[in-house]
Nanobody
Framework: QVQLVESGGGLVQPGGSLRLSCAASGTIGSINDMGWSRQAPGKRRELVARVSKGGSIKYTEDSVKGRFTISRDNAKNTVYLQMNNLKPDDTAVYYC?????????????WGQGTQVTVSS
């Protein structure tokens, strides 16, 4: 059984910063890609950023380039999303995911989501 637990969401004023964390635990051999998606009310879930096992950034959504940075700590099975200069359009539920490798297969897991609200 694998769990992804997110933390760091909350209410922030426009221009502010937040750092999201997501820790994976359970039966884990290794973790391939990790990343973050978000879903705003009435909109489809969209990929925000993705990072490889080696730490290479594989994807950053255009609207967050220069403001959001994804990183990971493999020793802690944790992925981070540093969000700076937040805008009201960044308001959404943010979900982390991880491609977990066991002896027999690779399976994608999602966290439960953490709310980020950007408002004055």
């Amino acid at each position: 059984q694998v769990q992804l637990v997110e933390s760091g969401g909350g209410l922030v004023q426009p221009g502010g910063s937040l750092r999201l964390s997501c820790a994976a635990s359970g039966t884990i051999g290794s973790i391939n890609d990790m990343g973050w998606s978000r879903q705003a009310p009435g909109k489809r879930r969209e990929l925000v950023a993705r990072v490889s096992k080696g730490g290479s950034i594989k994807y950053t959504e255009d609207s967050v380039k220069g403001r959001f940075t994804i990183s990971r700590d493999n020793a802690k099975n944790t992925v981070y999303l540093q969000m700076n200069n937040l805008k009201p359009d960044d308001t959404a539920v943010y979900y982390c995911y991880a491609d977990i490798v066991t002896m027999t297969q690779v399976t994608g897991y999602w966290g439960q989501g953490t709310q980020v609200t950007v408002s004055s």
